[in-house]
Nanobody, 121 residues
Framework: QVQLVESGGGLVQAGASLRLSCAPS????????MGWFRQAPGKEREFVAG????????SYADSVKGRFTISRDNAKNTVYLQMNSLRSEDTAVYYC??????????????WGQGTQVTVSS
């Protein structure tokens, strides 16, 4: 069973930074496309960022461009989301997503359980 495991969430003040990490629980699954979504209370899940295998192609939601950076380390089979200049509106549960191929925006086939990011102001 494919499992994606996120880590790195937490409670921070506005302006602070966090780095989220995500990796399949095993080394067998090596998805070409990985991404991050988030869901705030009372809102639908929204796309945040996506990345291809090489890391040469990325996509970001307008709300996070210039602040968030998605990257991956294939040797570690891990994808990261560096989140800088965090704002209260970034507060959400962040979900890691993966798939074999396709658009970076979605849809995705595999999901993690989510990690809470709370930004106080």
């Amino acid at each position: 069973q494919v499992q994606l495991v996120e880590s790195g969430g937490g409670l921070v003040q506005a302006g602070a930074s966090l780095r989220l990490s995500c990796a399949p629980s095993g080394r067998t699954f090596r998805p070409n496309v990985m991404g991050w979504f988030r869901q705030a209370p009372g809102k639908e899940r929204e796309f945040v960022a996506g990345i291809n295998w090489s890391g040469g192609v990325t996509s970001y939601a307008d709300s996070v461009k210039g602040r968030f950076t998605i990257s991956r380390d294939n040797a570690k089979n891990t994808v990261y989301l560096q989140m800088n200049s965090l704002r209260s509106e970034d507060t959400a549960v962040y979900y890691c997503a993966a798939k074999k191929a396709g658009s970076l925006i979605g849809p995705y086939d595999y999901w993690g359980q989510g990690t809470q990011v709370t930004v106080s102001s």
